[in-house]
């Protein structure tokens, strides 16, 4: 897999990626992409456990985002390098697992559109984790 594709190259798509993501978490909470192609359909109607739900993801995608770019260079780790090789393993076993969960999805955007992506991602954040 490290010859396929560079570690930094990895690095640059999923911070890419989820600055995207973290976008659309942002317009999910503003109203802008509707509620009911996420989450699997079911927070519909129920305007409290969406924003909920999306304030967390958002955080979450945020605090990735952090930890990639540690792990690419671009933020200085120090200390908590070891922090980071293990948080780049974890990210990618919530891609893998986000993958299934898209897959099961009764939405169709998200099993067409989502579970590719969030296994080429996947895929990204274990060429980052390979790397030492």
């Not at 570690?7 to 911070?15: E, P, T």
């Not at 890419?16 to 509707?34: D, S």
């Not at 927070?43 to 979450?60: C, H, I, K």
């Amino acid at each position: 897999m490290k010859k396929l594709i560079s570690a930094r190259l990895a690095g640059n798509i999923l911070l890419v990626a989820l600055g995207l993501l973290a976008l659309f978490h942002i317009l999910v909470l503003l109203g802008v992409i509707p509620a009911d192609i996420v989450w699997g359909g079911m927070v519909q109607g129920v305007p409290s456990n969406l924003v909920t739900l999306e304030t967390v993801a958002l955080l979450l995608t945020l605090l990735f985002i952090l930890i990639i770019a540690a792990k690419t260079g671009y933020v200085e780790a120090g200390r908590l390098s070891s922090a980071v090789n293990i948080g780049v393993w974890l990210i990618f076993a919530y891609l893998l697992l986000n993958t299934l969960g898209n897959l099961a999805s009764g939405v169709s955007f998200e099993k067409l559109i989502f579970a590719p992506i969030t296994i080429l991602l996947a895929l990204c954040a274990l060429r980052l984790a390979l790397e030492k």
